[in-house]
């Protein structure tokens, strides 16, 4: 069974900056992209960045050029870098990775639990 567990989120001022860690775990053949959403209260989840194996990265124009999104394939760990944070990024964090559990499996989406960032002074 695979788990993927984020870790970073908390409270911090106006043009702070966090780390967002998210861990995969379990049956992992192979990890293709990974990605982090945002959900703020009523809102839909959106999508924050992307990033693929071999390290291409898609941001959405809300975060470009303040956070970074990276991964440590050896870890089978994706990280968001989060800097010049803004009251508006409050939200909970999700992370995703698409992923085969095995090599005869399907590639199958997977999420995290979530965790929160909240910016305010």
């Known amino acids: 069974q695979v788990q993927l567990v984020e870790s970073g989120g908390g409270l911090v001022q106006p043009g702070g900056s966090l780390r967002l860690s998210c861990a995969a775990s379990?049956?992992?053949?192979?990890?293709?992209?990974m990605a982090w959403y945002i959900q703020a209260p009523g809102n839909q989840r959106e999508l924050v960045a992307t990033?693929?194996?071999?390290?291409?990265?898609i941001y959405a124009d809300s975060v470009k050029g303040r956070f970074t999104i990276s991964r440590d394939n050896t870890k089978n760990t994706v990280y968001l870098q989060m800097s010049s944070l803004k009251p508006e990024d409050t939200a909970v964090y999700y992370c995703?990775?698409?992923?085969?559990?095995?090599?005869?499996?399907?590639?199958?989406?997977?999420w995290g639990q979530g965790t929160q960032v909240t910016v305010s002074s």
């Open positions: 995703r990775a698409w992923l085969q559990a095995t090599a005869q499996a399907m590639g199958q989406t997977y």
């Open positions: 990033i693929t194996s071999g390290g291409s990265t």
């Open positions: 379990g049956s992992i053949f192979s990890i293709n992209a």
